[in-house]
DNA sequence: GAAAATTTTGCAACCGGTTGCAAGGATATC
DNA sequence: GATATCCTTGCAACCGGTTGCAAAATTTTC
C-alpha cells in the first residue's frame, strides 16, 4: 500500500542502493544523486519503513516504557515528560502497562518480540527479578523512581528515599513536634520502607520525642483517608504526620477535615512528591517535591548514553529532594 | 544476538518454513513437528520477532495512541485503560505526545514509519485536518473524545458535548437557581464552545432566569481560579456555575473557598468528567460523569472492527452522561 | 494392497530495507 | 595528458521472517 524504496528507485532511474543512502545520514551520495532521489521521493511520497531498516541496522528507536503506576496522579506529568523526552531524541515509547496479569516475564518477552532497544521501568514497586530479565535479553534498562540498593549495577535514577524519609523526620523535628507519626503506603512497598527506614533512624536519635507510625493499604487518597480516620477515631494521634506520599498525604488531610481538626494548628501533615494537587489553593500541601524533570530528563539521558556506548558502565543517579513550604505544617521554631 | 528462526531450525533439524508455521495459528503442521520446533525454541529461548513477520503480513500490532492532554489529570485514567484494553487484545501502543512543536503532518509520517496499523486520537482539541492525514495514508483512526460534526464519516466515541451541556442547563435549571452562569475553558476549543452551545440553547428557553457566561484561559486548575476570582471580585457573579470540565470546576471552587463564600449554601458549582479528585472528600464536586470506561471499551472496540474488516462503515458511538450527586449544588427543588 | 485424496513439508521467492565490495567516474597530481 | 587517488554508484547478499507451490508423506477409500 505504501510507496516504497524500488518504486522511488525506478521513478528516479537509479539503483535501490542510492535511494537508501539518500535517506541516511553520512552516507556516500552525491549531491546530485540526492536531489534527484529527493524529487522521486517528494512526488511519490514515500518516507523509509523505520521497521524494514531496523531489520539490518538492529536498531528500532523503540523504547519500552514499562509501569504500573496508572493510578498515582503524579505519574501523569512523569508520561509527559517522559514521551516528550523520548520523542525529543528521536526515540518512540511503546507503553506497556504492568497492570494486573501480565507477568515481567510476559513483558519482556513482549519487548524482545518488538526489538525494542532499550526499556525504561518507569516505578517503585517493580520486582527486582525484572532486572534479571532484560540483562538475560542484552536490552539495556534504566529504571526510574527505583531503589538503589536493589540492583546496585543497573542503570537507576531518582531519589534516595531513605534520605528524603531522614530530611522529612528532621523537618518536623525542626518545627518543635513533640509526637510525630509517619503514615506509609503500603508496608511492602520498597519506597515506603525506604522512606520508613529514614525516618525512623533519624526519630532514634531523639529518644526524648514520641514516634509512632501506620500504613495505608495502597497509594491512593482512598486509602491515605481511611488510614487516617482509623488512627484519628481511635484516640492518641501524634501532633504531625509525615504522609509517605502526597495522595496518602491529602486523603489523611480530608480525614482531618471531616473530622473537624483545623491544619496546621490542631494538626500538621507532610507529602512527598508534590504533585499538581498539592499546590492547589484548596489543599495547599506542604511537601517534599521529587525533582521530577531532573529525573526524567537524567533517566532518557541515561538511556541514550547506553544506546550510544553500549558497554557504558552502570549508573546511579540520585537527585535531592526540596521542601515546597505551603500550609499544613505550623513555622519553624526559633533556635 | 537474539535467537532467529533459522537457528531453531537447524538445531531441530526442519526447514525455516516449518518452523514459521509451528508459531502460527492455523496453519498447517502436523503435532510432531510442532512439538519438535517447540522443544528447539525453548532449548534456545526463541521467539519471533514481531517486526520482521510485519515485513510480510503487513501488520504490526503496533496502534499509535496519540494525544495532546498530557496535563489533565482526568486522561491519567483514559491511558490506563486505552493501554490495557489494548494489551488486552494483543495490540501495543505507541504513544504519541503532541505537545509543542510536532505538527500534525510530522506524526503522521512518524506513525507511517512505524507502520501502526492503526491510530487512536485522543483529544478534544485535535485539529480536524488530522482525519485527512490518516485517511490519505490509509491508516484506520478513532477519534475518542472528539466532535461528531467535524468528522461525520470517521469513526468517533465520545460524549455529544452539546447534549452535554444542555443537561447541564437543565439540571441547574431544576434546581431553582434564578441566575446561572458557564464558565468555559478556553473559547476556542471545540469541547467547550458545544458544551456552551448546548447550554446557552437550554436558558434560552427560559428567558426569565438570568443567564452569564465567561471563559478560563486553559484547562487547568489555575485557570479556573483566575477566570472565577476575576467573577468574584467584579462582583454581580451568578448563584451557580457550569464549570465546563473539573479541573476548572474545582480551581472555582478554591477561588470560592478564598473569597469567604460557602458551597453550596452561597453558591453552586457543577463540573463536567467527574475526574478522581472531584470525589475526593475534601473536594466533593457534584459532576456530570463522562462514561469513561464504556468510551475507551467502544474505541478500542470500534479500531478492532475496523483492522478485522478494512471496508468497516464509519461510525460514531455517543455515549450519555450521568449526574453525579455530591456536595456543590443545592437540592432539586420540590414539585 | 493399490489408487486416490488429503495432509505435511521444503524450496525458493518475497517483504522493504542496508551494506560490503568492486567497478565506474570524477578529481588531483605530476 | 597520463596516472594515481578519491568519491559515487550498482550489484548482490543479507536482515528475520512468510507463503505459494509442488513434492513427499500420510491417510482414506475401495
Request: aromatic share 8%; proline share 4%; net charge negative.
Amino acid at each position: 500500500m505504501a510507496v516504497t524504496l524500488k518504486e522511488v528507485a525506478e521513478r528516479a532511474g537509479v539503483s535501490r542502493s542510492a535511494v537508501s543512502r539518500a535517506f541516511t545520514d553520512g552516507a556516500s551520495v552525491s549531491d546530485k544523486m540526492r536531489h534527484k532521489v529527493e524529487a522521486a521521493a517528494d512526488e511519490l511520497g514515500y518516507s523509509p519503513n523505520a521497521l524494514a531498516s531496523s531489520l539490518t541496522t538492529g536498531r528500532t528507536k523503540l523504547i519500552g516504557l514499562v509501569s504500573n503506576n496508572f493510578k498515582n496522579p503524579f505519574f501523569l506529568r512523569v508520561f509527559d515528560l517522559f514521551t516528550s523526552g523520548l520523542q525529543e531524541r528521536g526515540l518512540r515509547p511503546l507503553l506497556v502497562n504492568l497492570t494486573g496479569d501480565q507477568g515481567p516475564d510476559e513483558s519482556v518477552r513482549m519487548l524482545r518480540q518488538y526489538s525494542v532497544d532499550g526499556v525504561i521501568v518507569v516505578s517503585s514497586t517493580v520486582p527486582a527479578s525484572f532486572a534479571g530479565s532484560f540483562e538475560k535479553a542484552n536490552i539495556p534498562v534504566v529504571f526510574a523512581f527505583a531503589r538503589y540498593k536493589d540492583n546496585p549495577n543497573a542503570n537507576l535514577v531518582g531519589i534516595d528515599n531513605v534520605a528524603a524519609g531522614a530530611f522529612a523526620a528532621r523537618t518536623l523535628i525542626g518545627r518543635g513536634y513533640k509526637h510525630i507519626g509517619f503514615l506509609g503506603g503500603p508496608e511492602n512497598a520498597v519506597s515506603t520502607s525506604d522512606r520508613f527506614q529514614g525516618f525512623a533512624a533519624e526519630m532514634a536519635a531523639r529518644p526524648d520525642l514520641k514516634f509512632s507510625h501506620a500504613y495505608s493499604s495502597e497509594y491512593s487518597f482512598a486509602a491515605g483517608r481511611s488510614a487516617m480516620l482509623g488512627l484519628l477515631d481511635r484516640g492518641g494521634q501524634a501532633e504531625v504526620y509525615f504522609g509517605a506520599d502526597d495522595v496518602i498525604s491529602i486523603g489523611a488531610l480530608s480525614a482531618m477535615e471531616s473530622r473537624g481538626l483545623k491544619v496546621p494548628e490542631d494538626i500538621g501533615v507532610l507529602g512527598l512528591n508534590d504533585m499538581e494537587m498539592a499546590g492547589w489553593e484548596n489543599i495547599n500541601l506542604t511537601t517534599i517535591r521529587q525533582p521530577i524533570r531532573q529525573i526524567t530528563n537524567a533517566a532518557v539521558d541515561l538511556m541514550v548514553s547506553q544506546l550510544e556506548t553500549p558497554d557504558h558502565y552502570p549508573e546511579a543517579r540520585l537527585f535531592p529532594c526540596t521542601l515546597i513550604e505551603r500550609g499544613t505544617l505550623r513555622n519553624p521554631v526559633q533556635d
